[in-house]
């Protein structure tokens, strides 16, 4: 019945795409060919964002949600997946050049949002959000959408997931049973030095998992910290200072705490100490190399990871309480490029994409019958097909959360249902920070910003990562920060966030 219905479906997309290409009346035009709405003209509309190489199925994909789009907004949508490895440098020289694209990914954390801001890369939203995606407008409150503003204005489409970071630990079901351990009585990394030690010893395997990105057991927000920026790194609030004291992180008890922790795990064999690229890391975590991650410990987390590496997870979050900061509220967004030819259309399929459950699922999900079908349609549950696994599917991205509304998701598991229920109670619950919805300006200390972030890169990962002590690498870290501006930089930050409070007073 499986591979009935599969033929089916690859049957129905090689129709359209014949039909289109002949451009019969009523069908799914080819682009640029007439059709579509009241048989005009499709417009072309490029979405490039990360993942994991191109999917097998990447085309196949494409035909279905463009069966789609064709025929409700006039719209040929064309699939540009980067690796991640290969994103981030990838975006910033394309739009650098000024090269035309249309809807972009962009976070505080790859193909920086309020860099690409800064460098006039992307385009103002506010009117195409109101005009053409109502919508999407209306499915956030307006003080959700005043943290994608800078200087007042919107240039990214929050994508709606989880706001708050609850850091946490994320530990295989079949290793905690093993060796007789629970994560109920788990409150801080520490508590799990335990368990780490008995599965070093008893596996031989590095139980931590981690690759070539940015690893660290500093998370700002377990710590209590709002950072301000995730692109400058060192500056912060205390999320709960109501004096709105903008401070060296790195200099702070919490940081120090943090690295010295982390080098303990590094010393003492948790963290590997060659790192893979994460691919391949991801790939030893699935041959049962690590035996735990930790990260933002979201509900329905540990399905997620199941589906990612294949074990079966524990998962709990650590953070408390929870900070809602600006960072959080725009962790994973799409953008609009300045260059776009097409920006309406954009922002169409941005509407699309946030509102339309189906049309989402294709580019989260994959095709029914090919990629999953259902397990139980009325709690919207999905499973693979007989003989698909998550290693074998040639679509599987895994990337709900940076394709728009993942409240709109189909589950991957039973266990997971009510998971985007509990996720929007965490959004609402968690405590703000005083200094929610501002945005770092950063025109005036661009050339600084660099500066040190070429130090940090040098001086500071290290430092984070546990190769070197906080009390060996610290004192040249400050130093090289001091004499490349990060005094000036925290100056700046302070009279901005000071002269926002007094415009957005509380």
């Known amino acids: 019945m499986v591979h009935r219905s599969r033929s089916i479906l690859l049957s129905l997309v090689l129709i359209l795409a014949v039909v289109a290409g002949c451009a019969a009346p009523g069908a799914a035009p080819a682009p640029g060919a007439p059709g579509g709405q009241g048989g005009t003209a499709l417009i072309p509309v490029t979405y490039t964002y990360a993942g994991g190489g191109v999917p097998r199925d990447l085309q196949m994909v494409q035909d279905a949600i463009n069966a789609i789009l064709n025929e409700s907004i006039g719209v040929n949508l064309t699939l540009e997946p980067i690796d991640w490895g290969a994103f981030n440098e990838r975006m910033q020289l394309r739009l650098a050049a000024g090269e035309p694209c249309d809807i972009i990914f962009t976070a505080p954390w790859i193909n920086s949002y309020t860099n690409n801001v800064a460098n006039g890369a992307l385009l103002p939203l506010d009117d195409l959000l109101k005009e053409h995606a109502p919508g999407l407008w209306a499915s956030m409150p307006p003080t959700t959408w005043d943290a994608a503003r800078i200087n007042g204005v919107i240039y990214g489409v929050i994508n709606q997931q989880i706001f708050p970071k609850p850091w946490g630990v994320h530990a295989r079901k079949d290793l905690l049973e093993k060796y007789n351990f629970s994560l109920d009585n788990v409150k801080r990394w520490e508590d799990m030095e335990p368990w780490l030690e008995a599965v070093k010893n008893g596996e031989g395997i590095t139980p931590v998992y981690a690759d070539q990105g940015s690893y660290s057991l500093w998370r700002p927000q377990y710590y209590g910290y709002d950072p301000l920026d995730d692109g400058i790194r060192f500056v912060g609030i205390k999320a709960d200072d109501e004096t709105l004291t903008v401070v060296n992180l790195y200099e702070t008890p919490e940081y120090i705490e943090a690295v010295n922790l982390t080098k303990r795990w590094v010393d003492l064999g948790y963290f590997p100490r060659e790192l893979l690229p994460r691919d391949e890391a991801r790939a030893a975590f699935r041959a049962g190399l690590f035996a735990m991650g930790y990260h933002v410990e979201k509900p329905g987390n540990d399905v997620e990871m199941q589906t990612a590496v294949g074990w079966e997870f524990v998962s709990k979050n650590l953070t408390d309480p929870l900070i809602l900061d600006t960072a959080g509220a725009t962790a994973t967004m799409n953008a609009i490029c300045a260059t776009s030819r097409n920006p309406v259309a954009a922002m169409k399929v941005l509407e699309v994409l946030n509102t339309d459950p189906v049309v989402y699922n294709l580019l989260a999900r994959g095709i029914e019958g090919v990629h999953w079908v259902w397990e139980d349609k009325a709690n919207r549950v ?41 996720t929007k109670i965490m959004n609402d619950t968690a405590y703000p920070s005083q200094a929610l919805g501002f945005v770092v300006d950063r025109k005036p200390i661009e050339t600084e910003i660099a500066q040190l972030i070429a130090v940090m890169d040098e001086l500071e990962r290290p430092i984070a990562q546990g190769y070197i002590a906080y009390e060996v690498g610290a004192p040249e870290l400050l130093a090289r920060m001091n004499a490349a501006g990060a005094q000036k930089v925290i100056e700046e930050v302070q009279r901005q966030l000071l002269a926002w409070r007094e415009a957005n007073p509380r």
Do not use: L
């Open 382 to 422: 999905i499973t693979y097909p007989e003989g698909v696994t998550s290693a074998t599917s040639g679509y599987e991205p895994n990337t709900d959360w940076m394709f728009g509304n993942q409240f709109n998701a189909y589950y991957r598991s039973a266990a997971q249902v009510g998971a985007w229920e509990a």
